[in-house]
């Protein structure tokens, strides 16, 4: 069974597993670029974000989750509380990832779901996803999810295309 969770300490193990096996990819979402090795102070960092606690400069509260399977991390979410311009054209309000060996299972789409289902307890009705349009995989899951998309466009920070896919809370799939 997958289980949403937010970070806590007893999953330190997995969690640098789920790094391990990443390698030198690169990592969704950005939290998992965060600094980890005193894991107990990594913990309180996420949790304290979600809580709007030490916001770097420009950033907004965010919610980092963990998708546990059999007590391993098989996936991260994160799911920003509110949108900043910035983060309308490079961050949307949900950033996920799963670990290599999980993928092609279904687990993304799940990952996606239950984050979605945390955006509406706190009351968003819709949200924003965004994916370099070469990411099949992460487009098809956006859009098994109820996912509309909005726009496709260009930035400096990214070669290639962007898509913006907007996801009514309403039409989460189940």
């Not at 789920?18 to 996420?46: H, I, K, M, Q, W």
């Not at 391993?72 to 979410?77: A, K, L, N, Q």
């Not at 949307?92 to 999980?102: L, M, N, Q």
């Not at 996606?112 to 098809?140: F, P, W, Y």
Request: glycine share 8%.
């Amino acid at each position: 069974m997958l289980s949403l969770i937010t970070p806590t300490v007893e999953y330190e193990d997995s969690y640098q597993s789920y790094l391990d096996e990443l390698g030198s990819a690169e990592r969704y979402p950005f939290t998992l670029d965060f600094e980890f090795n005193d894991f107990a102070t990594l913990v309180a960092r996420l949790n304290n974000l979600s809580l709007g606690i030490d916001l770097p400069d420009g950033s907004v509260p965010s919610t980092t989750f963990w998708l546990v399977e059999d007590s391993e991390i098989v996936g991260v979410s994160n799911l920003r509380h509110r949108m900043t311009e910035r983060l309308r054209l490079l961050g949307g309000h949900i950033g996920f990832g799963v670990r290599p060996s999980a993928q092609g299972r279904g687990v993304a789409k799940e990952l996606l779901k239950q984050t979605l289902t945390q955006a509406g307890h706190l009351g968003m009705s819709e949200v924003l996803v965004i994916c370099l349009e070469e990411n099949i995989a992460s487009s098809r899951v956006i859009e098994a999810n109820g996912g509309r998309l909005e726009s496709e466009y260009s930035v400096p920070e990214y070669d290639g295309l962007l898509r913006r896919y907007a996801i009514p809370i309403d039409k989460v799939a189940t």
